[in-house]
């Protein structure tokens, strides 16, 4: 089945500096690959996502690049602001039907004011 | 748009009673939910795929007596937490799949965090 690693499990960076957390995945079938933002108590928000088709993928401040060859994919945050602090989640998912996320650990970013 | 609801957002039981968490699928029709759980400072772990208006999929180690799951209706999915004891303690996230949308897109709900004494 598929695994999904995710690095650095925590990352702190000063305000209006740039953010990169990596993902990596096992399942060279997996072909959709989206981004989650999980604030405390809360639920998942997707931020981004990327499908096998594209390298790269932007909005605004976040873009997400895909390299299907070493099967990994990369959020980039970049100009981050206090709110952009929280837990954030990569998952990956196969396009075979009934194949469902596998989610990383996650990585909670910290933004210092 | 694409806002799913979850109710209680958080529940406090005694060992050895039942909860149930619902699911709502406010402003679009979901075929698909999920049900995932949360340990603190863990990942999502998948628990189960409901399907409307059929048996849910159970995610291996997952006890479907233990976690009943309904989807009797396009916007609506219940986890019932039988016989809950302090293990169970944990947050419950769901998400529904756009029946428009295969399963691709989902949105989640704001989760509902279960407390077992």
């Known amino acids: 089945g598929e695994n999904v690693e995710q690095h650095p499990s925590t990352l702190s960076v000063q305000e209006g500096d740039s953010a990169v957390i990596k993902c990596t995945y096992s399942d060279s079938a997996s072909n959709y690959f989206p981004w989650y933002k999980q604030e405390l108590g809360k639920g998942p928000q997707l931020i981004i996502d990327i499908r096998s088709n594209v390298g790269e993928k932007k909005d605004q401040r976040i873009a997400v690049t895909l390299n299907k060859t070493a099967k990994h994919f990369s959020l980039h945050i970049t100009e981050t602001q206090p709110e952009d602090s929280a837990v954030y989640f990569c998952a990956a998912k196969g396009r075979n039907y009934g194949q469902n996320f596998v989610f990383g650990p996650g990585t909670r970013l910290s933004v210092l004011p | 748009g694409a806002v799913v609801s979850q109710h209680p957002s958080w529940v406090i039981c005694k060992s050895g009673t039942s909860v149930k968490i619902e699911c709502r699928s406010l402003?679009?029709?979901?075929?698909?939910m999920f049900w995932y759980r949360q340990f603190p400072k863990q990942s999502l772990m998948l628990m189960a795929t409901?399907?409307?208006?059929?048996?849910?999929?159970?995610e291996q180690g997952v006890e479907k007596d233990k976690f009943l799951i309904n989807h009797a209706s396009l916007t609506l999915s219940t986890l019932t937490v039988t016989s809950a004891h302090p293990e169970d303690s944990s947050f419950y996230i769901c998400?529904?799949?756009?029946?428009?949308?295969?399963?691709?897109?989902?949105?989640f709900g704001p989760g509902t965090r279960l407390t077992v004494l």
């Open positions: 402003d679009f029709q979901a075929t698909t």
């Open positions: 998400s529904a799949a756009p029946a428009s949308g295969g399963t691709d897109t989902q949105y």
């Open positions: 409901s399907n409307e208006g059929s048996k849910a999929t159970y």
